[in-house]
């Protein structure tokens, strides 16, 4: 499976250690790639049948400040201030039947603002919160919702097989498990 990645980092002030390594689109491409190969491989966990059978896939990331996930969470979902992440999927008006070359996600955008606060509270490292959101906003993508405790549950243990599988593991006792 391809992936076409449009990763958006402008108008962000990242650290400079961190700007090559977080904000890196290689990097996010095979990132990306694994989580979805992962979840569109296993018949046991839902996946839209477009994406399972899809040559290709496209997605963007954007990462901005807390003003500008503001904006988007007071237009998009008319709740004042910043938050962590917000996902904007695409499939949500696919048609199952519809089939092709390329299969369009959506959209996953990350306050940075927010996720160093986050990193700091929960006393790990801004990319291991990068890779938590993002996780959590591509499962949004692919049509998992969280709507109950029982829902919630499996995405975050989900979102723990995804972190795991490439990598970015923390012991159990320091994952983080609220989502806001």
Known sequence: MELDLSLDASGVEIPEPLNGSLFSHDSWVSVLQQWIELVRSNPDLSCPSVVRQAPEVSLGLHFTNDA?????NSQWRQ????????????????????????????DIIVSVDTAQRQAQNHNHSLGYELHWLISHGLLHLLGWDHP????????????????????NVLPKGQRPVEIE
């Open 68 to 72: 500008g996930i503001a904006e988007l």
């Open 79 to 106: 709740t004042s201030g910043p938050t962590d992440v917000l996902s904007f999927a695409a499939l949500d008006d696919t048609p199952d039947w519809l089939e092709g070359e390329a299969v369009e996600l959506g």
């Open 148 to 167: 109950d405790e029982r829902r919630l549950s499996g995405m975050l243990a989900l979102q723990e097989r995804l972190l795991d599988s490439t990598g």
